[in-house]
C-alpha cells in the first residue's frame, strides 16, 4: 500500500501546483516512510531474505577474495535496478522542479506555504544525503557479516597478514608531514591510505602522548597491532570493492549537490576515497599530508569512538538507530555528513562520509527562489552559526562586499585541498553567527534572537510538520557610509521571516524572509479618476431628446507583480462600460470606454451611481486583488437659468460679503446695548447705596439674621424667600444695638459672580464657611451664639420696594455688627468672557464700597 501511493505521487505530482504536490507528499510520502522504502529495496543483498543469511553474488567469499575480484561486468546494470527501485529520488527532483516555476506570493499564508515547500525540498536533499549513507553502511554491514559467516570467530591469519603486507610508506615526495603514514594500493585505484594517531585516541597504529604532531620517522611509532590493522584494512577494502560507486551518484544524488563517498575508519586511522574521481591514480595519491590523528569527525567519534564515550568504541549498536552527523567542511558552503559503520559484530569501525554543496544547492535552488523580489534564504545552527546563505540574504544581513571567507573562515586560517595540502589545517570552516548582525555599526542591526529562541526552542520546530512565522525589524540604515558601506538599503521596515528546524538535521534550520510591503505590494492595480461627473443645462424638456452620449475614460493599471484579471460592475442604468473584463501583465494599462446616456433623464435631475474595477475570482491569482476599486458616477441635467440665478451665479461673492458685512453691524450694536445697560444698572445702585448711608439713623427696614447652623443647613447661598422660616427680624434700631450686644453678628460682603445668581459656582459659600470657621476660632467665640446677615438671604428678592428699603437699610446693619467679612476668591464671571471676579474688582462695586 505506502509502494502503491508514493508511485502515484511520483507519476502524476507534475500536474499539480506546488504546494498540492507538497499536500501529497506530506500525505503519503513522508520522509521516514519514503527513506524506509528506499532502504528495504536497496539495502538488501541480492539472495538474501529477511531472515536468511545472504548466499548470492559475494555472498560466503572471504575478504581476501573481494579484495582480489574483478569487477561484476553486470554490476552496472543491478545497481541501476535496484537504485530505480528508490521512489524517493524521482519526487524530491519534482518537488525542485515544481519550485523552478514558483509565483509570487500575494499574501503571508501564500508566501508561508511556498517557503514551507522550499524548506521541504531542502530537508529533502540533505535527507537524500543520509538516505545514501545508511544504504550504504547497512550494506557494508551485511557484507561484512556475510564474509565471516563460513568463518565463525576471527579472520584466518594468513589473511591478514596478506593485508598488512601490502602497505606502503608515503613516498619522500610528500614531504615530513608524511612521515609514518602508509597507502595502499587497490585494483581499482581508488586509493586507501592509513595514519598513526596519538595514544590517547588509538592504539592499533599510533605514537606516544595525546597531542597531535607530525614525526620526524618512522621509530616514533610505538604502536602497530598487525591484527587491529589488518581487521581495519579487511573492512576498508570490503567497504571499497561493494559496488559500482558512479552509480550511487547516478542514481542517489542531486547533479552536483552530492558528491565524494569516502570511509574513515577510527582505530587504525584510515581514509578510503570510494570515489575513484577522488582517489586518484591509487593510494599513492592520497599521501597529501594529512594530519597524524583520528579522522572520524567529531560528532560521531564523541558518540561513539571516544575513550570517554558511553561505549568507548566496544558497543554493540543498532545501524537504524544511528544517526548521521553534519558538519561545515574545508571549503566554504561545503557540508559534510558522516554515520558511522559497523562491523560484523555491530561494533563501530568507523564512517562513511560525503559533500553536500551548497554552492551547487543554491544555484540549483535557494539563489532562484523568487516568491518576492527580494526574498533571502540561509541556513544556521541552533548557536547562530551560519551555515549557508543565498547572496540576497548576505547582502542584507551583513554586507554584499563581504566575501566567502570573511562569513565562513572567521578564524582566517588556511583549510588544506588536495591541491595545497601544506601550511594549512583540514580542521572544519568556522562561519560566522548570525547574532553579530545586531551590531548596526558593522552590520544591519537586525534581530534575530527571537525567532532562534521559536525555531530551537524545547517546544521547537519541524520543517516536516509546518514552517512558523516571525517579524524582524532591520533598522533604518542607507547603505553608504562608514563601516555600512555595501550593505543593502533596509530603511527601517519590517520583515517576514518563515522558519523551521530540519527534520534531517534537528540542530539545523532554515530562514526564508522578505519585506512584509511586498507581501502586500504583489496584488495591487489603480484605477484614475475616481470621480466622472457630466453637467448638461437644457432650455426645455425638448432638448433632451437630442442628447444621446457622454463618453468618458476611465484608465486601470496594474501596480502590482501579478497580472491582473479585471472585471467590472456599473451599478448605474444610464452606463456602459466596453471592455468589461481583461486581463493586465505587470505595469500595463487599460482605458476603459464609459458612456452616460440622457435620453431617460429629467430637467433638474442628478444621477449617481457607482462603478466597482474588480478581480475575477474565477481566473488564476484573482483572489490576491482583495480590495476593489471604484469610480463614482454623476450626471446632471439643468434647466437654462433665469435673469436672478445669472445675477446670483456672476456676483454672488459680493453679495455674500456685503450680507456677512451686516450680520457683523448687527452684532456689534446688540454688544453695545447690552453693556450700555449694565452700566446704567450699576449707575442705579450707586445712587441707591449713596440714598442708604444717608439714612444712617433710620431703619426702613427690619434687620434679617441666619443662625450659623442654617447657614450651614441650605448647603449654598439661599434667596431671602426661602429662609423667611428660619430667620431671626429685628424690627427697630434699639433691637438691633442690643441684639448685637448680646450675640456675635457677621455682616459677610461679597460680590455677585453671575447677573442672575450671586455664586453660581459655590466657591463664595465654601470661602464663607472657611471664613466664620476662621473668626470662630481666632475670636473664641461659640458657633451657637453666631448670627450671619449675606445681602442675598437677608434682602428681599422677589419684591423691589421691600428691597430698596432693605438696601437703604444697610448703613445701620453694618455699623452693629462684631465683624465685617470681606469674601473675594478668584472666580470667573458667569455672563462676562474674560472676566474674573476677585479682590480687586471686589473693591471697584459700588455696592460693596457701600457695605464696607
Given at each position: 500500500?505506502e509502494?502503491?501511493c508514493?508511485?502515484f505521487?511520483?507519476k502524476?505530482?507534475?500536474s499539480h501546483s506546488?504546494?498540492?504536490l507538497?499536500t ?5 510520502a513522508?520522509?521516514h516512510?519514503?527513506f524506509?522504502?528506499?532502504?528495504t ?6 539472495g ?9 553474488k559475494?555472498?560466503?567469499q572471504?575478504?581476501l ?15 541501476a535496478?535496484?537504485?530505480k527501485?528508490?521512489?524517493?529520488v524521482p ?8 519550485l523552478?516555476?514558483?509565483?509570487d506570493a500575494?499574501?503571508v ?6 517557503s514551507?515547500t522550499?524548506?521541504?525540498e531542502l530537508?529533502c536533499?540533505?535527507?537524500k544525503?543520509?538516505?545514501?549513507l545508511a544504504?550504504l553502511?547497512?550494506r557494508?554491514?551485511q557484507?561484512?557479516?556475510a564474509a565471516h559467516s563460513?568463518r565463525p570467530?576471527?579472520?584466518v591469519?594468513a589473511?591478514l597478514?596478506h593485508y598488512f603486507?601490502k602497505?606502503?610508506?608515503?613516498p619522500a615526495?610528500?614531504?615530513s608531514?608524511c612521515?609514518?603514514q ?6 581499482d585505484?581508488?586509493?586507501?591510505l592509513?595514519m598513526?594517531?596519538p595514544e ?5 597504529y599510533a ?9 620526524t620517522?618512522?621509530?616514533e611509532?610505538t604502536?602497530?597491532m598487525?591484527d587491529r590493522?589488518n581487521?581495519?584494512l579487511w ?9 559500482n560507486?558512479s552509480?550511487t551518484?547516478?542514481?542517489y ?7 565524494r ?14 570515489d575513484i574521481?577522488y582517489g586518484?591514480?591509487g593510494?599513492?595519491?592520497m599521501c597529501?599530508?594529512r594530519p ?6 567529531p ?7 571516544s575513550?570517554?564515550s ?6 554493540s549498536?543498532q545501524?537504524d538507530e544511528?544517526?548521521?552527523f ?8 561545503e557540508?559534510?555528513a558522516?554515520k558511522v ?6 561494533k ?5 562520509a ?17 516568491f518576492?523580489?527580494?526574498?533571502y534564504?540561509?541556513i ?9 546563505m543565498?547572496?540576497?540574504?548576505k547582502?542584507?544581513?551583513f554586507?554584499?562586499?563581504?566575501t566567502?571567507k ?8 588556511r583549510?588544506?585541498?588536495?591541491a595545497?595540502?601544506?601550511d594549512c589545517?583540514?580542521?572544519p570552516l568556522?562561519?560566522?553567527n548570525?547574532h553579530?548582525?545586531?551590531?548596526p555599526v ?5 534581530n534575530?534572537?527571537e525567532i ?6 524545547t ?5 516536516s510538520?509546518?514552517?512558523?512565522q ?6 533604518n540604515t ?13 530603511n ?5 521571516v ?8 534537528p540542530?539545523?534550520?532554515v530562514?526564508?524572509?522578505t519585506p ?27 432638448d433632451l431628446q437630442h442628447?444621446?452620449?457622454?463618453k468618458q475614460?476611465v484608465?486601470?493599471?496594474?501596480t502590482?507583480?501579478?497580472p491582473f484579471?479585471?472585471?467590472i460592475d456599473?451599478?448605474a442604468?444610464?452606463v456602459?462600460?466596453?471592455p468589461?473584463?481583461?486581463k493586465l501583465?505587470?505595469n ?9 446616456h440622457s435620453r431617460?433623464a429629467q430637467?433638474g ?5 457607482t ?7 474565477l ?6 486583488f482583495?480590495t476593489?476599486?471604484?469610480?463614482a458616477?454623476f450626471m446632471n441635467i439643468?434647466?437654462?437659468?433665469t ?6 451665479n456672476?456676483y454672488?461673492?459680493?453679495i ?5 458685512g451686516?450680520?457683523?453691524l448687527?452684532?456689534?450694536k446688540a454688544v ?9 444698572s450699576?449707575?442705579?445702585q450707586s445712587?441707591?447705596v449713596?440714598?442708604?448711608?444717608n439714612s444712617?439713623?433710620?431703619l426702613?427696614?427690619p ?10 443647613k441650605?448647603c449654598k ?6 429662609t423667611l422660616?428660619s430667620?431671626?427680624w429685628l424690627y ?8 448685637c ?13 453671575a447677573?442672575g ?11 464663607m464657611l472657611?471664613s466664620i ?12 451664639n453666631?448670627?450671619l ?6 434682602i ?13 437699610s444697610?448703613?445701620?446693619?453694618a ?7 470681606v469674601v473675594a ?7 462676562l468672557e ?5 479682590k ?11 457695605e464696607q
Amino acid at each position: 500500500f505506502e509502494s502503491t501511493c508514493i508511485v502515484f505521487c511520483t507519476k502524476n505530482s507534475t500536474s499539480h501546483s506546488p504546494f498540492k504536490l507538497m499536500t501529497l507528499l506530506r500525505v503519503v510520502a513522508l520522509p521516514h516512510m519514503a527513506f524506509h522504502i528506499i532502504f528495504t529495496a536497496a539495502v538488501r543483498p541480492e539472495g538474501c531474505s529477511e531472515n536468511a543469511s545472504c548466499t548470492g553474488k559475494y555472498g560466503g567469499q572471504s575478504a581476501l577474495q573481494l579484495d582480489d575480484a574483478p569487477d561484476d561486468p553486470n554490476e552496472e546494470e543491478h545497481l541501476a535496478d535496484v537504485a530505480k527501485g528508490g521512489p524517493y529520488v524521482p519526487s524530491c527532483e519534482q518537488l525542485a522542479a515544481a519550485l523552478h516555476h514558483q509565483r509570487d506570493a500575494c499574501t503571508v499564508d501564500e508566501f508561508t506555504e511556498a517557503s514551507w515547500t522550499a524548506t521541504w525540498e531542502l530537508d529533502c536533499q540533505f535527507q537524500k544525503a543520509q538516505n545514501v549513507l545508511a544504504m550504504l553502511t547497512n550494506r557494508f554491514q551485511q557484507r561484512a557479516k556475510a564474509a565471516h559467516s563460513t568463518r565463525p570467530g576471527q579472520l584466518v591469519s594468513a589473511q591478514l597478514e596478506h593485508y598488512f603486507s601490502k602497505l606502503k610508506p608515503c613516498p619522500a615526495s610528500c614531504g615530513s608531514s608524511c612521515v609514518g603514514q602508509l597507502y595502499l594500493d587497490t585494483p581499482d585505484k581508488r586509493g586507501l591510505l592509513m595514519m598513526p594517531q596519538p595514544e590517547a585516541t588509538g592504539s592499533a597504529y599510533a605514537y606516544s602522548g595525546n597531542k597531535v604532531h607530525l614525526l620526524t620517522n618512522k621509530n616514533e611509532i610505538t604502536s602497530e597491532m598487525q591484527d587491529r590493522i589488518n581487521a581495519g584494512l579487511w573492512y576498508a577494502s570490503l567497504v571499497g570493492h561493494l559496488e559500482n560507486y558512479s552509480q550511487t551518484e547516478k542514481y542517489y544524488f542531486s547533479d552536483g549537490v552530492q558528491s565524494r563517498l569516502r570511509y574513515r575508519g577510527n582505530d587504525p586511522a584510515i581514509l578510503t576515497e570510494l570515489d575513484i574521481t577522488y582517489g586518484g591514480t591509487g593510494g599513492q595519491s592520497m599521501c597529501l599530508g594529512r594530519p597524524n590523528k583520528n579522522i572520524v569527525d567529531p560528532g560521531n567519534y564523541m558518540q561513539y569512538f571516544s575513550p570517554t564515550s558511553k561505549c568507548g568504541g566496544s558497543c554493540s549498536l543498532q545501524s537504524d538507530e544511528l544517526r548521521p552527523f553534519w558538519m561545515m567542511g574545508t571549503e566554504p558552503e561545503e557540508l559534510v555528513a558522516s554515520k558511522v559503520a559497523l562491523d560484523h559484530e555491530d561494533k563501530p569501525m568507523g564512517t562513511v562520509a560525503l559533500d553536500v554543496s551548497m554552492v551547487a544547492l543554491g544555484q540549483k535552488f535557494l539563489d532562484l527562489l523568487r516568491f518576492t523580489p527580494s526574498m533571502y534564504a540561509l541556513i544556521v545552527e541552533l548557536s547562530g552559526r551560519i551555515i549557508f546563505m543565498c547572496p540576497a540574504a548576505k547582502a542584507l544581513i551583513f554586507n554584499r562586499n563581504m566575501t566567502d571567507k570573511m562569513i565562513y573562515n572567521q578564524d582566517g586560517r588556511r583549510r588544506c585541498t588536495n591541491a595545497n595540502p601544506h601550511d594549512c589545517t583540514w580542521d572544519p570552516l568556522k562561519p560566522i553567527n548570525l547574532h553579530e548582525a545586531e551590531d548596526p555599526v558593522r552590520y544591519s542591526g537586525a534581530n534575530f534572537s527571537e525567532i532562534l529562541a521559536v525555531m530551537f526552542g524545547t517546544s521547537g520546530t519541524n520543517c516536516s510538520n509546518e514552517a512558523h512565522q516571525g517579524k524582524v525589524v532591520y533598522p533604518n540604515t542607507n547603505g553608504t557610509s562608514g563601516a555600512n558601506t555595501g550593505r543593502a538599503r533596509t530603511n527601517g521596515t519590517e520583515h517576514l521571516v518563515s522558519f523551521c528546524a530540519l527534520s534531517s538535521v534537528p540542530e539545523w534550520g532554515v530562514m526564508i524572509g522578505t519585506p512584509v510591503d511586498e507581501i502586500a505590494g504583489a496584488a495591487s492595480m489603480q484605477v484614475t479618476p475616481e470621480i466622472l461627473a457630466v453637467n448638461y443645462t437644457a432650455l426645455t424638456g425638448a432638448d433632451l431628446q437630442h442628447l444621446q452620449h457622454f463618453k468618458q475614460q476611465v484608465t486601470i493599471k496594474n501596480t502590482g507583480r501579478i497580472p491582473f484579471p479585471f472585471q467590472i460592475d456599473s451599478h448605474a442604468n444610464f452606463v456602459d462600460v466596453e471592455p468589461r473584463m481583461g486581463k493586465l501583465e505587470q505595469n500595463e494599462s487599460q482605458v476603459i470606454h464609459v458612456t452616460l446616456h440622457s435620453r431617460s433623464a429629467q430637467l433638474g435631475g442628478t444621477y449617481s451611481g457607482t462603478m466597482y474595477v474588480r478581480a475575477n475570482l474565477l481566473e488564476s491569482r484573482g483572489t490576491c486583488f482583495r480590495t476593489r476599486g471604484h469610480v463614482a458616477l454623476f450626471m446632471n441635467i439643468n434647466k437654462a437659468r433665469t435673469f436672478m440665478e445669472l445675477i446670483i451665479n456672476d456676483y454672488g461673492e459680493y453679495i455674500v460679503i456685503a450680507f456677512a458685512g451686516l450680520l457683523f453691524l448687527l452684532l456689534c450694536k446688540a454688544v453695545y446695548d447690552q453693556v450700555r445697560s449694565h452700566f446704567q444698572s450699576e449707575a442705579r445702585q450707586s445712587l441707591i447705596v449713596e440714598q442708604a448711608v444717608n439714612s444712617i439713623r433710620e431703619l426702613p427696614h427690619p434687620m434679617v439674621l441666619l443662625t450659623v447652623a442654617d447657614f450651614r443647613k441650605y448647603c449654598k447661598l439661599v434667596s431671602h424667600e426661602e429662609t423667611l422660616s428660619s430667620s431671626v427680624w429685628l424690627y427697630t434700631i434699639d433691637e438691633v444695638h442690643n441684639f448685637c450686644l448680646e450675640f456675635k453678628v457677621v455682616f459677610v460682603s461679597h460680590q455677585w459672580t453671575a447677573f442672575g445668581c450671586p455664586d453660581p459656582t459655590n466657591i463664595q459659600y465654601n470661602a464663607m464657611l472657611m471664613s466664620i470657621d476662621a473668626i470662630r476660632a481666632h475670636e473664641g467665640w461659640q458657633e451657637s451664639n453666631m448670627y450671619l446677615w449675606v445681602d442675598y438671604s437677608s434682602i428681599p428678592q422677589k419684591h423691589r420696594g421691600t428691597q430698596a428699603l432693605a438696601i437703604n437699610s444697610l448703613t445701620v446693619y453694618a455699623s452693629n455688627v462684631a465683624a465685617f467679612v470681606v469674601v473675594a476668591p478668584e472666580v470667573n464671571h458667569h455672563d462676562l468672557e474674560d472676566e474674573v471676579c476677585n479682590k480687586e474688582t471686589y473693591q471697584r462695586r459700588a455696592w460693596c464700597r457701600a457695605e464696607q
